[in-house]
């Protein structure tokens, strides 16, 4: 008997229709192979970290800039990064990405450089050099993962954190009155005088993954163009220290952070300011 037929009829066929949609008249989607490493992840299921990088492989691969650009790493979940995009890559201290990006830059103008922190890197220790750098109009772009909590160390409270939010350090919730105010960090450096094109996205949904995806391949554009910082918050989720499943941690972000980081760009070249729909 055909070794085939022996799995089961409906099987059979799968496994032939399966067979005649896999080839490339058909392919509409595929992983970024040149820019991505083809190897599992160690982000928790639904993390948005996963697809920033992948976005960030998109847009690599089909600017064909891989020679060209240079990432840097933070402290926290994503420190990894740089065993899954296949690029040039550094480390940096804590909080110190954008200032080792920015030595990177000044010593290589003509590469494309980019730093990728967490809500507890680049806002908690990482204020000093997030100002500075912006301040500054240093040329490279600055990607901030704002899931408004500590996700490596075990979800401790984030300058992020939301009012009334629960963390294992703010157990009953943000008290704004013993524990401040959530810092907007990405309104402070729209601000700033050398900050080029500001948004803030999310990667949660279709619609959302290509806006994100634009607003990263802009960001090299105008890098190439010499105009200063650019400056990118994807508002993010953690379902695994906010205790949720993947699909309920992006419900409860779109109801509670997204009223909070409203999307949409926050400073862009025509100077208009453009929220998402
Ligand atoms: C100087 C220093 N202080 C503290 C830590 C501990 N630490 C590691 S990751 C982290 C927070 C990471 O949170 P975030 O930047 O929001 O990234 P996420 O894991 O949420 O993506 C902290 C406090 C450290 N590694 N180094
Ligand atoms: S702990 Fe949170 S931020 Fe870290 S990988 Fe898991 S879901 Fe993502
Ligand atoms: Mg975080």
Known sequence: ???KRMLGDQHFETMIAEESICNNENLVYQKPLKALYDTPMHYCPGCGHGV???LLAEVIEEMDILSDVIGVAPVGCSVLAYNYLN???SEAAHGRASAVATGIKRVLPEKYVFSYQGDGDLAAIGTGETIHTCNRGENILMIFINNGIYGMTGGQMAPTTLPNM???TSPFGRDVKTMGNPLKITDLVAA??????????SVHKPVNVRRTKKAIQKSFEYQKEGKGTCFIEVVSNCPSNWKMEPLESNNWMEENMFPFYPLG?????????????
């Open 87 to 89: 690029i040039d890559m």
């Open 166 to 168: 629960k963390t294992t």
């Open 52 to 54: 920033v990088h992948r």
């Open 265 to 277: 760009d926050l400073k862009t070249p025509n100077g208009k300011e453009n929220k998402n729909d």
């Open 192 to 201: 700033l005088p050398g900050t080029y094109y500001v948004t803030r996205q």
């Open 1 to 3: 008997m055909n070794e």
